[in-house]
Nanobody, 124 residues
Framework: QVQLVESGGGLVQAGGSLRLSCAAS????????MSWFRQAPGKDREFVAT????????YYADSVKGRFTISRDNAKNTVYLQMNSLKPEDTAVYYC?????????????????WGQGTQVTVSS
């Protein structure tokens, strides 16, 4: 049974930091691309960051580049999102996603598994 369980969300003031975690099980984590997406109320789900596989390339949305860092620990089957210099516009539900067969990393429709999401709220 595939599971992706996010944690680490919460309420933070603008300029603050949060670290999200996503613990994965039930599929071959080390060879899968792992990504973070987010969805704000009334908006489409948008790509945030991806790590293609262990030691592979990482890519970021322009809106978070230089502030967010994605990383993974294959020994723990966990992917992280370190978020610094948070802004109110970063407020959203953040989702972890796994892509077993590599495809367009920015399109949420090309992902195989999803977590339940964790709320991040940034106050001004």
């Amino acid at each position: 049974q595939v599971q992706l369980v996010e944690s680490g969300g919460g309420l933070v003031q603008a300029g603050g930091s949060l670290r999200l975690s996503c613990a994965a099980s039930g599929f071959t984590f080390s060879s899968s691309a792992m990504s973070w997406f987010r969805q704000a109320p009334g908006k489409d789900r948008e790509f945030v960051a991806t790590t293609r596989r262990a030691g592979g390339n990482t890519y970021y949305a322009d809106s978070v580049k230089g502030r967010f860092t994605i990383s993974r620990d294959n020994a723990k089957n966990t992917v992280y999102l370190q978020m610094n210099s948070l802004k109110p516009e970063d407020t959203a539900v953040y989702y972890c996603a796994a892509q077993v067969i590599f495809n367009d990393y920015s399109d949420y429709k090309h992902y195989d598994y999803w977590g339940q999401g964790t709320q991040v709220t940034v106050s001004s």
